[in-house]
């Protein structure tokens, strides 16, 4: 098991930014892939980012890419979310999940995710 505690969330400006953090628990951290989904009321949990088990690999969507950065530290157990420019559209409650490495294939979508935390809300305002 793998427990995952998000933190970092609140209300912004639009323009402005904010780091989302996730400390892991558990089994060995470095042996996980870690991602960020997101999801705003009435809509489907979406991906917004991961980075592979070793942090040499970064994906982002695309309405995110450029403006966010997700990055982990092993020794601390935690993966960040490191959002600037944000929008109005990017408030959500965001959530950081987990992935065994080698798990899967495409780590996109929510099912291939086995560990998720309660979620931070995020509110940015125009």
């Known amino acids: 098991q793998v427990q995952l505690v998000e933190s970092g969330g609140g209300l912004v400006q639009a323009g402005g930014s904010l780091r989302l953090s996730c400390a892991a628990s558990?089994?060995?951290?470095?042996?996980?892939?870690m991602g960020w989904f997101r999801q705003a009321p009435g809509k489907e949990r979406e991906f917004v980012a991961r980075i592979t088990s070793s942090g040499g690999y970064t994906y982002y969507a695309d309405s995110v890419k450029g403006r966010f950065t997700i990055s982990r530290d092993n020794a601390k157990n935690t993966v960040y979310l490191q959002m600037n420019s944000l929008k109005p559209e990017d408030t959500s409650v965001y959530f950081c999940?987990?992935?065994?490495?080698?798990?899967?294939?495409?780590?996109?979508?929510?099912?291939?995710?086995?560990?998720w935390g309660q979620g931070t809300q995020v509110t940015v305002s125009s």
């Open positions: 999940a987990a992935y065994p490495a080698g798990s899967g294939s495409y780590y996109r979508t929510t099912s291939e995710y086995p560990y």
């Open positions: 558990g089994r060995t951290f470095s042996a996980y892939g």
